[in-house]
């Protein structure tokens, strides 16, 4: 028998160990029947009995008492039947294809959020793939140009590592919302996910690219790509990294322009939602509220397979009495 698995034992109808509680009587009951077996002979004093010797048989009976109740508690603990159980689980996930397309251009550096635009935005997206644990994630980046950082992947310790290495100054400076959004709607279409989703965040206004925008969001709504899009800048003016003449950079505040009107229709003609980021602490709960919106179902089947362990009880319950019988009738045969 192995006894490790009885450290995670269970038993299948505990009740039954309230008859344990009959133990006492037996014991009672079985002291009661001795002294009524006994004889009784009075004599004017026992001080000359006290050095007689006792019997080993009279010492040793109290085994026979022993052996019952033994017998007993080990019946009792069989009939409640103890059992251990192995769970072994079946998931069954209907995974999401997303795409993130991150703004690169060297506005990103501005310090509006912290440390930066491009630092804040690194550090959310990163939080958002550890809570994606089942689905397949992609990277593009874009500026002037756009260029697929990591293909959509479930190796999530690749994708974050790619995540890290993003830096301004990859592509040719400029903001080209549209060749952004088209290489994303090109990482996803031949994706056979139920849901195909594409987080684009940008801090600026379309001013370059061989794709417009609009084009790019017919191209998405063709293949049924929704589409989040976040504006990333505080309000009015925020300090710009600028490099001088003598190699130094100085903070400039320049003003924030985002083309929310274009944010807005690209995510609602996709049926996805606009947000606005003025701070870090805004970008992380948009991120959040994306996470909400597009759950992952995932189905989770249990199956629970029990081993009894009442056989090795019952034998030594059986062997007890076996052996209480056999001591009765013939060691102890002459003892009441």
Request: with cysteine; glycine share 6%.
């Amino acid at each position: 028998m192995d006894f490790s698995a009885w450290k995670n034992i269970e038993f299948a109808y505990p009740a039954f160990f309230w008859l344990l509680l009959l133990i006492p009587v037996m014991i009672y009951w079985r002291i009661a029947r001795r002294k009524n077996a006994q004889g009784v002979m009075k004599v004017s004093s026992v001080a000359g009995l006290k050095g007689l010797p006792v019997s080993w048989k009279v010492r040793f009976r109290p085994v026979l008492l022993a052996l019952r109740i033994l017998a007993y508690a080990a019946l009792v603990t069989a009939l409640a039947r103890p059992q251990t159980s192995n769970t072994s689980e079946n998931i069954d996930s209907e995974g999401i294809d997303i795409v993130m397309a991150i703004d690169i251009s060297g506005s990103m550096l501005a310090e509006d959020l912290q440390p930066n635009r491009m630092e804040a935005a690194k550090k959310v997206a990163m939080d958002f793939v550890d809570k994606r644990i089942s689905d397949r994630i992609g990277l593009v980046v874009f500026s002037g140009e756009s260029f697929t950082q990591c293909p959509i992947t479930t190796d999530h310790a690749v994708l974050k590592n790619q995540i890290m290495q993003v830096k301004s100054g990859m592509l040719q400076d400029g903001t080209a919302i549209g060749m952004g959004l088209a290489t994303s709607v090109d990482r996803l279409r031949n994706s056979h996910a139920k849901s195909k989703v594409i987080i684009l965040l940008t801090d600026g206004v379309n001013n370059t690219g061989l794709i417009d925008p609009l084009t790019a969001l017919e191209i998405a709504k063709a293949f049924k790509i929704r589409v989040y899009t976040i504006g990333v800048g505080t309000q009015g003016k925020a300090p710009f990294p600028m490099p001088m003449a003598d190699g130094s950079v100085q903070m400039v505040m320049q003003d924030v322009q985002i083309d929310e009107p274009l944010m807005k229709k690209i995510s609602k003609e996709t049926g996805g939602k606009y947000f606005r980021a003025t701070n870090t602490t805004d970008l992380k709960n948009i991120y959040s509220e994306i996470d909400q919106l597009e759950k992952t179902k995932v189905e989770i089947t249990s199956y629970k397979r029990y081993a009894e362990h009442f056989f090795p009880l019952a034998i030594l319950a059986l062997a007890c009495i076996l052996l209480e019988v056999v001591l009765r009738y013939s060691l102890f045969r002459s003892l009441p």
